[in-house]
Nanobody, 127 residues
Framework: QVQLVESGGGLVQAGGSLRLSCAAS????????MGWFRQPPGKEREFVAA????????YYADSVKGRFTISRDNPKNTMYLQMNSLKPEDTAVYYC????????????????????WGQGTQVTVSS
């Protein structure tokens, strides 16, 4: 099991930026695909972005493509989500998650392929 802790959330005005971090307690961090999900108030948890461990492929939801960037620093066991040009509709609790190796890129937008989840961090974007 991988322990995950998100940080970096907060309140920001529309058009601003935030950088979320996800610290993982795992010696084999580089063997996991990692993802970011978010849950707006009153809605289901939805996919935001994912990054694989091999070949470092990335995948984004259409709603954030071009504005958000997912990255990982394997020696530091940390994943990041750089969020630029934030909109009020980006307001949500953001969660990081880890998926065991073996799932194809096309599966990484599904919640059920992720084994471990962080506690979430609140992002609020004001207009």
């Amino acid at each position: 099991q991988v322990q995950l802790v998100e940080s970096g959330g907060g309140l920001v005005q529309a058009g601003g930026s935030l950088r979320l971090s996800c610290a993982a307690s795992a010696r084999s961090f580089s063997s996991y695909a990692m993802g970011w999900f978010r849950q707006p108030p009153g809605k289901e948890r939805e996919f935001v972005a994912a990054i694989t461990w091999r070949d470092i492929n990335t995948y984004y939801a259409d709603s954030v493509k071009g504005r958000f960037t997912i990255s990982r620093d394997n020696p530091k066991n940390t994943m990041y989500l750089q969020m630029n040009s934030l909109k009020p509709e980006d307001t949500a609790v953001y969660y990081c998650a880890a998926s065991p190796s073996g799932y194809g890129l096309g599966y990484l937008s599904r919640r059920d392929v992720y084994k471990d989840w962080g506690q979430g961090t609140q992002v609020t974007v004001s207009s």
